[in-house]
């Protein structure tokens, strides 16, 4: 792979990092207030001791009482391994720094010419450029011959078979 191909490899690399990244903090970031007079998002319930912000019981609730035995609890699923949120964006920034890392690498690996050397380099590019399209057309040119020929030769032969005739 060449020094251009892989250069925009990385780049891809580098573009998909970014976005995780930045999704990743988006999505784990906590809720902002935006004004006292909306309400807390983290706090429902911002007066727990005033009797109007309780919840009503459920009905029947007070005349069960004590006596009615809890339901049965459903078999808990093993716990999921809980992510680290605090060192998440901490390693996708990491390998986004080294994604950024190895790009420079890259970058410092090019072949450093100043325009003269550009330049030059392009004219020989072009002039090769003309030469393999010069002997491109002569081979065409043969080919477009070759195959007027097999036409003749064909349409003499179908001849000779719609005719009967034996061939000379």
Do not use: W
């Not at 325009?115 to 002039?127: F, G, T």
């Not at 040119?141 to 009967?164: G, K, R």
């Amino acid at each position: 792979m060449d020094i251009i191909s892989q250069l925009q490899e990385q780049l891809n690399e580098m573009a998909m990092v970014a976005v995780n990244t930045f999704g990743t903090l988006q999505r784990d970031a906590p809720p902002v207030r935006l004004s006292n007079s909306y309400p807390d998002p983290l706090n429902p319930n911002p007066n727990p001791e005033d009797p109007a912000s309780q919840p009503p019981p459920a009905p029947g609730a007070a005349a069960a009482g004590a006596a009615a035995p809890p339901p049965p609890q459903p078999p808990q699923a093993p716990p999921q391994p809980a992510l680290d949120l605090a060192e998440q964006p901490k390693a996708m920034s990491h390998a986004l720094v080294l994604a950024a890392k190895k790009f420079d690498a890259l970058v410092a690996a090019l072949p450093l010419s100043s325009e003269e050397d550009q330049l030059k380099r392009i004219q020989e590019l072009q002039a090769e450029n003309e030469d393999v399209g010069l002997e491109l057309q002569k081979q065409l040119e043969a080919a477009e011959l070759e195959l007027q020929q097999v036409e003749v030769l064909f349409n003499e032969a179908t001849d000779n078979c719609i005719n009967m005739k034996k061939p000379d």
